[in-house]
Structure formats: C-alpha cells, structure tokens
C-alpha cells in the first residue's frame, strides 16, 4: 500500500476513535414509594420533580395515593355518677359500695367510689310496726291502749295508739283486794245484827269470827264477788245515831282474777323529721373518639427517562463523515496524479 493511502486510512481511524456514542438507560422509568401520616385523607406528598438513578435522570410523571389505614384518635373522658340514698338520720352511710357500674353509650364501665356528701332535708311518710303484749284481766281488756313507742331513730318517744289483736290463756292468775266499809249494829250489849243473824261480839280485832266473814260480804255491794273477806277490823269507837249503838269497820276483801295474753299491734305512722341524705359519687374514665382520624397514605410516584443531549455526538459523526470524505478526496487525488505521471 502506498504512503499516500495509509496516511488516509490513519487519519479515517484517528476521527473515528474520537466519536463519543450514547448509553442508554437500562429502564425508561422508575418508580418511589413513601408512606407517611395525615389527619387528612386528601394529603399530598412533595416530591423531587427530578431524581437521578445510575447516573441517569428521570423526570416526575405522577403521584399515586393508597389509604393503607386509618385510626381515629381516642381521648380518655372522665364520667361521674352518683348513687343518692334517703332518710339518713345522721351523716352515715352504714356500708358503702366501693364501685358502681355506669352505661356510657351501651358499654358498661366500673366506676370507683371517690367522695361523699349529705344535704339536709326532712324525712316523711314515717312508719313503724309496733307492738306489745299485757297480761291482763279480763275486766282490764280493752279493744285499744295509748303506747308509748320508743322512736329509736330519733331518741324520742311517741305516744300511739295499738289495737286489740288476739287473746291467749295463761296458767297465771291475780288476786286483787279491796277495801270496803262495815257497820256494825249492836242489838244488845253483847250482839250484833249481821246478816239478819245475831253474832255475838268480839272485843278485839277481827269484830266478829271469820265464820262470819261472808255474812259480812253478803251484806256489802261484794255480794256477787267471788272474792272472800279476808280481814275485818275496828275503824273508830262505838257511837249512836238516831238512838241506835253502831260501830263502824273495815273489811278487805281479795278477789282471784284469771289472767290472759293480750296482743296490741299496729302500722302507725310516726312524725316527720329532721335528716339526712347522702350523695356518693362515682367515677372512671372512658375512652371516647375525638373526631381527629390519623390516616396511613402510601404514596407512589412514577418517574421516566429524561433523553441525554446528543449534540456533541452528531458533530463527531459529522467529523467522521468530512474525515471520510477527506480521506477519499485525497486517494482521488493521489490517482489522478499517479495516472497524470507525476
């Protein structure tokens, strides 16, 4: 090969090697993914408008947006209920609950007792069921008694009245005595008049024998008694009325009674009265929602392929060509003068 055609053939090779040729992307696009939280549901997310991967860049197309989940937000609300009881005669609750069940929205909570308090106010429609038994006589027997009750609730006693409710044997019996005046009339000097008998006289005391004792009780209003006359003595010294000798005494008589279980009972009402009522509150917290919704948003953003510039790689195959061009000018040439016999 002659010098001429190597050094164009040299020069073609040299351009050549100096051309710079475009790498292309493995992908034309890629895609970000991120996942953040918002009250807001129509949230955006900022992305770079352009990223670089590979040392290639690509250019934000599109935002995608996926509710991955949502939360509403829960605040604990402290409730309060109170238990109130009535007709307390003093600030005490005898035994107190400890906690309470309270509804909040269908939902049973345990509330815990924290405090009482007491108001004053008059307790009303008072009512007690008394009652009592007597042994009595049977004179003594009545349809109803006036009792006093012992209120133990306020301290006081209060007169009521109970109604006869039943009537019972006893084995028990009562004697009674009772005193009753006697006069003696004195028929002669050693006599006296009694019973339309003649008794003769006793200087001491009983007046007459004891075999007398019950012609001295049917003489006095006694006589239907079924009582005996169990002593007579002198009351006074002899005296004369209307000219007749008399000589007053006293006589006991003692009666035996038969005694019964007399039941008295009733409802009665007793007066109204100062007191009390106490108020125990009750309380707990329950887990209410705010309003406020926390949402988890997946957001995934496209980006595509930004196209490299190409300029400097056109004028190289621009050079290219003209080298070409060149090269084949000059061999041109060289033949022509070859053939022209230089």
């Known amino acids: 090969m002659k010098l001429p055609e190597i050094c164009c053939i040299a020069v073609s090779l040299v351009l050549m090697s100096s051309v710079t040729l475009p790498v292309l992307a493995v992908g034309n696009s890629v895609s970000k993914t991120e996942i953040f939280y918002s009250e807001n ?3 955006k997310h900022d992305f770079p408008a352009e990223i ?23 605040e604990n609300v402290r409730e309060t209920s109170t238990t109130v009881i009535e007709n307390l005669y003093s600030k005490s609750v005898s035994e107190i609950p400890q906690t309470k069940t309270i509804t909040v929205d269908g939902k049973d909570y345990q509330a815990k007792f924290e405090s009482v308090s007491y108001e004053n106010m008059v307790i009303k429609n008072r009512q007690a069921d008394v009652q009592t038994t007597l042994n009595l006589t049977e004179n003594e027997i009545k349809d109803s008694i006036l009792y006093e009750y012992d209120d133990i609730d306020t301290g006081n006693t209060v007169q009521i009245t109970l109604h006869k409710k039943s009537v ?9 005595s009772v005193e009753f005046p006697v006069v003696f009339h004195r028929y002669d000097s050693e006599q006296f008049l009694i019973n339309g008998k003649l008794v003769t006289v006793n200087r001491g005391d009983p007046p007459v ?15 239907n008694s079924n009582g005996e006359v169990m002593d007579i003595r002198w009351n006074g010294l002899p005296y004369t009325f209307n000219g007749e000798a008399l000589r007053n005494a006293t006589a006991t008589l003692t009666e035996t009674f038969k005694v019964y279980a007399v039941n008295y009972s009733d409802t009665v009402r007793l007066p109204d009265t100062e007191g009390y009522r106490a108020i125990l509150s009750y309380c707990t917290d329950v887990p209410e929602p705010t309003g406020i919704v926390t949402y988890e948003i997946e957001a995934t953003a496209n980006y595509y392929l930004v196209p490299k510039d190409y300029t400097g790689v056109f004028v190289g195959i621009g050079i290219l060509i003209m080298a070409v061009v060149f090269a084949m000018v000059l061999v041109v040439i060289v033949r022509k003068k070859k053939n022209q016999g230089f």
């Not at 690509?58 to 509403?72: G, H, T, W």
């Not at 024998?209 to 006589?223: I, Q, T």
Request: glycine fraction near 4%.
């Open 41 to 43: 549901k129509e949230q």
């Open 52 to 74: 670089e991967q590979d040392g290639n860049k690509y250019s934000l197309a599109d935002v995608s947006y996926r509710i991955l989940s949502e939360k509403p937000e829960i």
């Open 168 to 176: 019972s044997d006893t084995d028990e019996v009562q004697e009674k």
């Open 209 to 223: 024998l004891k075999e007398y004792f019950g012609d001295v009780k049917a003489e006095s209003n006694y006589a």
